[in-house]
């Protein structure tokens, strides 16, 4: 299949890298567009008319966008050269206009929440497609301990208020030795042992740190849960994940990671597994290869482009 896929890069967390490259190791034919870097360059205008030479000379079968890295009016442009689809990895609690036309614009339209499939469906009048993300075996593998980033246990991502996540750490920070990792933790008063962390660091931290944080915005919607989780797994830890509902169909507590309820649940979870070292190198040792083998980057493309309204001659 010929992808042209619109995204731009994200340096940190790598994933639109990761779905390329993914596409490309299943041997489609891919041409990344990276719209706003051309638009800074030599403008809207004639960056649209570069790009729309390049699309129609490329001949695609499908036009993939990333989130809103391509404008629905746009992206409705191109429907009359290929099928459309859009992942959006968020779980917003409103779903807005730039959403609605997104949807819209897309033949298919990817969401990471099952449990928002029903609210799509009563206020857009349309029904998205449910997939998780993935892990990249060329920045996600096991690496030795780093002396520096030591800890009992480590969190990555931002301290966002929402979801309990910012109580959570502080709270494990009264009984554990906790390291916070990324921008701004310092407004809520902890010191992160690094603020930019990127694919290298990440599985340094993940595999010094005894035990991984995940705790997400949300956890009131089904199977709803970040990337962080696949990666954390894909980099060898050892992760204790906040509950969100049905998530147990998709990881098993004790065999692929570990689950808490609440802040009290974790710091009992977390000192539990703090003392059995025997099991938190069983359990991460099953939820890497689980992470690689079920829920690559390359799976999660299958997935989605096994699609009925996308597969080859529908």
């Not at 779905?19 to 800074?40: D, F, I, P, Q, T």
């Not at 779903?95 to 997104?102: G, M």
């Not at 996540?165 to 690094?194: C, F, I, M, N, S």
């Amino acid at each position: 299949m010929k992808i042209a896929f619109f995204a731009k890069r994200h340096k940190r967390s790598g994933i639109t890298t990761h779905m390329e490259r993914a596409m490309r190791s299943l041997g489609h034919e891919v041409l990344r567009v990276n719209r706003r870097k051309l638009e800074r360059v030599i403008g809207k205008k004639l960056a649209w008319s570069v790009i729309r030479g390049r699309v129609r000379r490329f001949k695609p079968d499908l036009v993939l966008v990333f989130t809103f890295d391509l404008p629905a009016n746009k992206l409705s442009e191109l429907r009359q050269d290929a099928k459309t689809a859009t992942f959006f990895d968020d779980c917003p609690r409103e779903l807005s206009e730039r959403i609605k036309d997104a949807v819209g614009a897309s033949d298919v339209f990817f969401i990471t929440s099952r449990g928002q499939i029903t609210q799509y469906e009563e206020e857009l009048g349309e029904t998205p497609a449910y997939v998780t993300g993935g892990c990249d075996p060329v920045d996600h593998f096991r690496v030795p301990p780093e002396p520096s980033l030591v800890s009992d246990v480590a969190f990555i991502g931002k301290p966002d208020s929402r979801g309990g996540r910012v109580d959570v750490v502080k709270e494990l920070a009264k009984h554990y030795d906790v390291q916070v990792y990324g921008p701004r933790w310092r407004e809520v008063g902890l010191t992160p042992r690094l603020d930019d962390v990127y694919p290298p660091q990440y599985r340094q931290v993940c595999n010094s740190a005894k035990v991984i944080l995940g705790n997400d915005l949300r956890d009131d919607v089904e199977l709803y849960f970040s990337n962080r989780t696949w990666i954390s797994l894909g980099c060898g830890a050892f992760l204790c994940t906040r509950y969100v509902p049905k998530l147990e169909e998709v990881l098993t507590e004790g065999e692929h990671c570990v689950f808490f309820r609440g802040t009290e649940d974790a710091v009992e979870v977390v000192g539990r597994y703090l003392q059995d070292d025997a099991a938190r190198s069983r359990i991460a040792a099953s939820g890497h290869a689980y992470a690689h083998e079920e829920y690559s980057y390359a799976r999660m493309i299958e997935r989605m482009l096994a699609h009925p309204k996308l597969a080859s001659g529908s």
